[in-house]
Structure formats: C-alpha cells, structure tokens
C-alpha cells in the first residue's frame, strides 16, 4: 500500500513540475512596466526578471542634475522588478499547494 501512495506522489510531483516548466516558460513572456518621475522613466520587465526596455523621457535629462535621472531609473527599474515578482509569485504559487520553495 505504502508503495502506491510513493507511485501516486511522484507522479503528482511530475506532473506538478511539467506544469511548474510551462509556467515559467510563459513568465518569459509576460510583461510588467513601472515608471518614476511622473512616467518621465518607465522599466519594462518580463516574469523571469529580466529588464527588457527602459525608456527616458528627453524632458528628464539634465546635464546638471545627473543624479536625479539616476534615481528615477533606478526607482522605476526596482518597482519593474518587484511587479514581475508579484507576477511570478501570483502565477507559481497556486503550482506549489502552499509549499515553501525557496525562490518562489
């Protein structure tokens, strides 16, 4: 008996991990944008966390204030990042049942 519940439980870890694979495989190419400074900076991410665009307004650049184009960037680019988190986070955990796997 013990041995059909171990077949029955690997084959529901198959088929969770199949599903697990399609889902990150359409993270890749799911997209999320976050912008700063009034949208003067907008990040666009993808679910897997990569940084696809970013787009600077010509508004926002000015060769005296360096610093405050940097922020916004950097601002706009952390918020893409924890939107496609989110994203990953919304779209893998119902995979998991509730099991704490790191990374997710």
């Not at 599903?19 to 993270?27: I, T």
């Not at 060769?63 to 706009?76: C, G, K, R």
């Amino acid at each position: 008996m013990q041995n059909m519940n171990m077949g029955k439980m690997m084959k529901q870890m198959q088929q969770m991990q199949k599903q697990m694979a399609k889902a990150q495989e359409e993270l890749a190419h799911e997209e999320v944008e976050a912008s700063a400074g009034g949208g003067m900076v907008s990040v666009r991410a993808t679910g897997d966390l990569k940084i696809v665009s970013i787009k600077i307004d010509p508004q926002a650049v000015d060769p005296e204030d360096t610093e405050m184009l940097e922020d916004m960037v950097l601002a706009a680019t952390n918020e893409a990042l924890r939107a496609a988190q989110e994203l990953a986070s919304r779209k893998l955990g119902g995979l998991t049942g509730g099991l704490n796997i790191p990374g997710m």
